[in-house]
């Protein structure tokens, strides 16, 4: 959710871009001794109580306003903070591909691309980067014998049967391909 508040606050013009891929950069992604960017904001003085009540209640209104259809979900923007944090991606990059999504689905796209899969066409990052950070999310990549499709997965669990929620094909465990194609999948 750090991302989606970073962007309210660039939309206010409170930050520019470089100062939010700061903030994400110095903000935690989960990991023990790091804050969130509300923190972040405050510390560096350019939010007082007030204005950061106020980007969080818009941040929770445009939460509440998202559709099933809606592309930037938690994981989509966990990808993002990842990638900026560890400098395989700038916050411009991020942006494009997660612009690129919210215009396919106003488009009715469906399925939908994920952040991963068009970072790795616009030749942003590769597929192998995006398969670590899946794995530090605890995500892993499946793929459908049936239809090729590939779905991230949160607890896989070792000999428990899968399927794909788009043929009902079975679904095994995948390596990190060249060009990925997940999609979301089965919590």
């Known amino acids: 959710m750090d991302a989606l508040l970073g962007r309210i606050a660039v939309d206010r013009g409170l930050i520019t871009e470089a100062q939010l891929a700061k903030m994400l950069a110095k ?30 209640d818009e941040r929770e209104r445009r939460v509440r306003a998202m559709g099933p ?31 690129i999504q919210e215009k396919l689905a106003r488009e009715g796209r469906t ?31 499946m793929v459908c014998a049936s239809c090729d499709r590939r779905i991230n997965m949160v ?7 899968y399927r794909c929620p788009s043929c009902g094909g079975p679904l095994k465990p995948g390596e990190a391909p060249d060009a990925p194609k997940a999609v979301g999948g089965p919590r």
């Not at 952040?115 to 616009?122: A, C, D, Q």
């Open 27 to 56: 903000a935690g992604d989960g990991l023990e001794g790091e804050r969130p960017l509300a923190d972040v904001l405050k510390e560096m003085g350019l939010v007082d109580d007030r204005g950061l009540a106020e980007l969080v």
């Open 69 to 99: 259809e809606d592309v930037v979900t938690q994981d989509e923007l966990e990808i993002g903070q990842l990638l900026v944090k560890h400098n395989r991606a700038t916050q411009n990059q991020i942006n494009k591909c997660l612009e």
């Open 111 to 141: 399925p939908l691309p994920r952040l991963g899969e068009l970072l790795v066409n616009h030749g942003y990052v590769d597929a192998r980067t995006i398969d670590e950070l899946l794995r530090l999310q605890r995500r892993f990549v």
């Open 155 to 161: 607890e896989f669990e070792e000999g428990r049967a």
